[in-house]
């Protein structure tokens, strides 16, 4: 499978699991405003992805990158349980973090298949 659909089924996958929660229990979770949500598009959207891309090409950058995202995600879910709880309100701060990490990662699986089919044909 190409990076960048990896990239997109983990956006697509984290998106639709945090849009459960969200209408589940009426919280902001899909605009990872919670640790869950915050969560959910660190482990799902990014660290999953990264880690199987990072795999199958012998990248450890790639790896490395998709390990720290989950272990923040996790460390973000073990401070929302220790804290306030999984569903309180954090406030929009992380959110352009994630929406810079997500797009970040979308258009570098995009640049890198471009690369790869130009050098392929030439």
Do not use: C
């Not at 849009?19 to 229990?25: E, N």
């Amino acid at each position: 499978m190409k990076a960048s659909h990896v990239a997109l089924v983990g956006v697509i996958a984290s998106l639709a699991i945090n849009g459960a929660i969200s209408a589940t229990t009426n919280t902001a979770t899909y605009l990872a405003v919670t640790p869950v949500g915050i969560a959910v598009y660190l482990i799902v959207g990014i660290g999953g992805p990264q880690t199987y891309i990072g795999q199958q090409n012998g990248s450890s950058m790639e790896l490395g990158m998709g390990v720290l995202a989950i272990v923040a995600g996790l460390v973000s879910l073990g401070v929302g349980v220790l804290g306030s709880g999984v569903l309180a309100d954090w406030g929009t701060g992380f959110v352009n973090l994630l929406l810079i990490l997500v797009l970040g990662i979308i258009l570098w699986a995009g640049v890198r298949q471009f690369a790869e089919g130009y050098s392929s044909t030439a």
